[in-house]
């Protein structure tokens, strides 16, 4: 049985920074691409990250390029999100997802989701 388990969430202050991490069980990180998106309150859920299985190719969302940074450690199974300069608007419950099984990175369809972890940021 896959899972992934978010963790590293929490209320920073305008301009700090968090790091997210998520943790795959159940199968090893390697083969499969990785994604995290946001989700806030009353708006749709939307894509922050991605990289793919072999991890040269790296996707963002234009709000958090230069910003955010996406990582995988294939020996502890892990993905990070490094969250640099946070804004308010990146107040979110963001989440990790596993196995593109259709579309592009950006919208397609994963198979596997982390439970979330809030991130607050306050002004």
């Known amino acids: 049985q896959v899972q ?3 963790s590293g969430g929490g209320l920073v202050q305008a301009g700090g920074s968090l790091r ?4 795959v069980s159940g199968r090893t990180l390697g083969g499969y691409a990785m994604a995290w998106f946001r989700q806030a309150p009353g708006k749709e859920r939307e894509f922050v ?7 040269a190719g790296i996707y963002y969302v ?5 910003r955010f940074t996406i990582s995988r450690d294939n020996a502890k199974n892990t993905v990070y999100l490094q969250m640099n300069s946070l804004k308010p608007e990146d107040t979110a ?3 990790c997802a596993s ?9 397609g369809e ?13 002004s």
């Open 110 to 122: 994963y198979k596997y989701w982390g439970q979330g972890t809030q991130v607050t940021v306050s």
């Open 4 to 6: 992934l388990v978010e």
């Open 99 to 107: 196995e593109l099984v259709s579309g592009d990175y950006r919208s």
């Open 20 to 23: 997210l991490s998520c943790a």
């Open 49 to 55: 990250a991605a990289m793919t299985r072999g991890g």
């Open 93 to 95: 419950v963001y989440y």
């Open 62 to 66: 234009d709000s958090v390029k230069g």
